[in-house]
């Protein structure tokens, strides 16, 4: 190889024991719950109006995991669920009452 190329003994060396682009390693802290954990827990939240009531700090506990309320906000966040007031319903009036008989 030296001889083909006319580089020297150390550079083919470098070239041989070096990836020839960088390797960025995984930074920072590791998540507490992986992919699977977190669709299931997206899984069991909308399964129910119950389930979706349920506070942030019980769901551990529910789902028997060892992890914090962090964990299970930074989950929904990462999953781009959110948590919104769910509206109410107007109380029927008669007119619509008679509008709903009459289409039935």
């Known amino acids: 190889i030296i ?3 006319g580089l020297s003994r150390d550079k083919i060396r470098y070239a041989l024991s070096h990836r ?9 802290r590791r998540v507490v719950l992986n992919t699977l954990q977190r669709k299931r ?5 909308t399964s129910s109006a119950a389930n979706r009531c349920t506070k ?6 529910l789902l028997e995991w ?9 989950a929904f ?3 781009g669920f959110f948590r919104r007031i769910t509206g109410r319903k107007p109380p029927l009036t008669e ?10």
């Open 56 to 61: 942030w700090k019980d769901i551990p506990a």
């Open 20 to 28: 020839l682009t960088p390797q960025h390693h995984a930074r920072g």
């Open 95 to 104: 007119q619509h009452r008679r509008d709903r008989l009459a289409w039935t």
């Open 3 to 5: 001889l083909t190329t």
């Open 77 to 79: 966040k990462k999953e």
């Open 41 to 45: 827990l997206i899984q069991w939240v």
């Open 66 to 74: 060892d992890c914090g309320e962090k964990s299970i906000r930074a």
